[in-house]
């Protein structure tokens, strides 16, 4: 079966960066067509962070990632990061890493169309 791990998380002050790392086992990473990243925090529903399509690489993220946070991936390692940037305490959530078994071009942003997840890492941009 498939299996994410997520790694990375912490407690920051704001402004501080953050680089989260999910891998992934039990089956070729290179049959994970399209990675991505949510978060959820406390009291509110899980959200759309970004995403990378693992063949080619592109990526797509939400406005409040845009600018501040990149998605890389790395073959060798079957690890998908999630750098983030210039935090805000609104990016306060635990961090999720998901895998789509779609072979589509678009970019997945819903979480009902994610077949795996990790565990969570938490988070925490203190003011």
């Known amino acids: 079966q498939v299996r994410l791990v997520e790694s990375g998380g912490g407690l920051v002050q704001a402004g501080d960066s953050l680089r989260l790392s999910c891998v992934a086992s039990?089956?070729?990473?290179?049959?994970?067509?399209?990675m991505g990243w949510f978060r959820q925090a406390p009291g509110q529903e899980r959200e759309f962070v970004g995403t990378?399509?693992?063949?080619?690489?592109?990526?797509h993220y939400a406005d409040s990632a845009k600018g501040r946070f990149t998605i890389n991936r790395d073959d060798a390692k079957n690890t998908v990061a999630l750098q983030m940037n210039s935090l805000k305490p609104e990016d306060t959530a635990i961090y999720y890493c998901?895998?789509?078994?779609?072979?589509?071009?678009?970019?997945?942003?819903?979480?009902?169309?994610?077949?795996?997840w990790g565990q969570g890492t938490q988070v925490t941009v203190s003011s």
């Open positions: 998901a895998a789509s078994l779609d072979f589509t071009d678009r970019f997945i942003t819903s979480v009902e169309e994610y077949h795996f």
């Open positions: 039990g089956r070729s990473f290179n049959s994970y067509y399209v």
């Open positions: 990378v399509h693992w063949r080619g690489g592109s990526t």
